[in-house]
């Protein structure tokens, strides 16, 4: 059973996404101890609200270092929703300019649509060969509530790295929905309100962790 500690940082729908995770058979810890979410088998990292106070939530559990070290090791991340927009490089709400993560190229911003928050159930555009939504159907819809995201994605192709899997959906324009990069994946969606489509997300998830 994996071992696999969500990061408590004071953001985050911490109880629901410990739930999900026990759903699909993890051995799952809420905490915010440094070597506790380095050394799990997977770290999840949640986030709801402000793109700033999660940074400012993350420094103060040092989690920019945890992620850090464990992509280092190429130990498993999964970020969702704000903690899928931290791993980028910068968040900009409401004119204030934020630092983040850095793991990815990028601005978190204002989506461009008529209707925000975009809430409630969409479906995504999924890479060949994804590892989050192997098995899963191109119409199947999964739970979103934001109002800002990554409009574009902007990692230049390389040949000495293998370029990550984007997931896209739709809404005004299209957003960011996941990516799948090594041992970083991310949800802007929230798998864990997704019912049995973000079980199935999980359990891929969960899959790749325990190899």
């Not at 409630?120 to 555009?125: A, F, H, L, Q, S």
């Not at 995201?149 to 929905?177: C, F, N, Y």
């Amino acid at each position: 059973m994996a071992r696999i500690v969500v990061l408590d940082y004071g953001s985050g729908n911490l109880r629901s996404a410990e739930r999900a995770l026990e759903r699909v058979g993890a051995d799952v810890t809420v905490t915010s101890d440094f070597d506790a979410a380095t050394e799990a088998d997977g770290l999840v990292v949640p986030g709801v609200g402000a793109f700033a106070a999660c940074m400012r939530g993350l420094h103060a559990v040092r989690g920019p270092q945890i992620i850090g070290r464990r992509l280092a090791g190429g130990r498993p991340v999964l970020g969702i929703c704000v903690g899928m927009q931290v791993m980028f490089e910068r968040g900009v709400e409401f004119d204030e300019d934020t630092e983040g993560c850095g793991e990815w190229p990028g601005t978190v911003e204002r989506i461009q649509a008529d209707v925000l928050p975009h809430m409630g159930w969409n479906t995504v555009r999924t890479p060949q060969d994804s590892t989050l939504f192997a098995g899963l159907d191109a119409d199947t819809r999964f739970y979103f509530v934001h109002s800002f995201g990554v409009r574009r994605w902007t990692l230049e192709p390389s040949h000495a790295i293998t370029p990550p899997k984007v997931t896209w959906t739709h809404h005004g324009e299209d957003v960011v929905a996941a990516v799948e990069n090594g041992p970083l994946s991310a949800t802007q969606f929230h798998p864990e309100k997704s019912g049995d489509a973000g079980a199935a997300v999980l359990e891929n998830w969960l899959r790749s962790v325990t190899g």
